[in-house]
């Protein structure tokens, strides 16, 4: 079972309120305090749970791309630099490809405009 906020903040006897402003490097939190959930975090290996940041800060990290095929030189160019930028600022690309049809690209450009995708 991977390791929650809770978890960490339990191992280095903090609060999980108090976990995550270390984790998120806020100034108030001592940097002793600092230490210790940071070395809980560790060895738990801890890895910040993507959905829930989503959720409260209503931003996925997300970069879709929706092209007619991957096998053109240049629509395979820019997934690699799209997917280079994003690896850089933290953040995941969705690539769709359409096939160049019609319905599949309107159904593929309609579906981030109904999430809390980042960027589109």
């Known amino acids: ?3 929650t ?3 960490v903040a339990a191992a280095a006897g903090v609060s999980t309120s108090t976990a995550s402003r270390a984790l998120s490097g806020h100034p108030a939190v001592l940097p002793s305090t600092r230490a210790r959930v940071e070395a809980a ?3 738990l290996q801890y890895q910040p749970n993507r959905t829930a940041s989503a959720l409260r ?3 996925t990290g997300l970069v879709g791309l929706v092209v007619n095929s991957l096998r053109t030189a240049t629509f395979h160019t ?3 630099t799209l997917q280079g930028w ?3 600022h933290d953040y995941q ?3 769709c490809t359409t096939a160049a049809t ?3 690209r309107r159904r593929s450009c309609r579906w981030p405009a109904s999430t809390t995708s980042t960027a589109w």
Do not use: D
Request: glycine share 0%; proline share 4%.
């Open 1 to 3: 079972m991977p390791a």
């Open 5 to 7: 906020l809770n978890s």
């Open 41 to 43: 975090a560790a060895a």
């Open 57 to 59: 800060t209503r931003r």
């Open 78 to 80: 820019i997934a690699e």
């Open 86 to 88: 994003a690896a850089e």
């Open 93 to 95: 690309v969705l690539v």
């Open 102 to 104: 019609r319905r599949v």
